[in-house]
């Protein structure tokens, strides 16, 4: 269950070659009246081996003059950031980690971080879904993966390249409050499923990049969204009920002169709670977009 979190928040580990004949990718177009909205899912690290992306990304970057991402990314200050952070994720005075697991549990954590080498005391000050992001970071890290080669990063900086605008569906402070809202015990799961699941993170990213790269929604929705889903909170606050909101503000962009493309975490997209199916049958002419074959 840990993974979802890179597809929300390419190929076994080869470099990508050229695809040679067509397949889907986890990308949409959806018609408006006067407009096209795109719907990238998004994977949030990459590995300079998942590079290149499919060329029908750039095609639908092209035809959109305005880029959203589920925060603002170009207008981001990393001093309010880590601000925020401190805010929703630090504990203050003396309580620590261990008190909010439990004793019991906190054992439980702290031989699973054993196995995988990470000292937990390091996260004693962090709530539990802070600790839980932190380490899948750190874990992710060690088998190659960036946020400076994620699909946004890669959006982003071709973006400030042509002078196209950059908006965002909620802030980074929102998101972070819906992280520390989340009751004690969904937090207490987050950490420890992280936990559970780092040994084998490798084998379990090669097959969902590759999953997501060819647009193979049945192996996302098997892989990671049907395992989310047993987490009833989890589900409810990162993916449903944000997904609910998106919606209308896709609508009013569909009523639009402006083509938009639209980049958010790949499980957002996929599911019967996903954006593409929730407009589909909100009447919206919603089609998953192709990768034609290529010799590059």
Known sequence: M????????????????????????????????????????????????????????????????????????????PLAVQAAFNTYGVLQGDTTLRDLMGDDLYSQATAAAELID?????????????????????????????????????????????????????????QLQFLDGMSLQAQREMLLSTLAESATLGAMMDELIDAWRHGDIDKLESGMLNDLAKHEELNKVLVTDRNARWVEQIEDLLDDDNDYLIIVGALHLVGPHGVPLQLERNGYDVRQLSESPSLR
């Open 118 to 174: 990470i000292p937990l005391e390091m996260l004693n000050k962090t709530e539990p879904w802070y600790a839980a992001m932190t380490i899948e970071i750190m874990m992710l890290n060690r088998i190659g993966f960036d946020p400076t080669l994620g699909i946004e990063m890669y959006m982003m900086a071709k973006a400030a390249k042509d002078g196209k605008r950059i908006d965002g569906l909620e802030t980074i402070e929102e």
């Open 2 to 77: 840990l993974v979802w979190r890179v597809f929300l928040l390419a190929s076994l580990a080869l470099p990508a070659l050229a695809d040679e004949t067509e397949h889907l990718v986890t990308l949409w177009q959806v018609h408006g009246a006067n407009n096209s909205v795109y719907l990238l899912g998004s994977v949030h690290l990459l590995r300079s081996d998942d590079y290149p992306l499919p060329t029908v990304l750039d095609t639908a970057y092209d035809d959109a003059e305005v880029l959203i991402m589920e925060v603002d990314m170009d207008d981001i200050d």
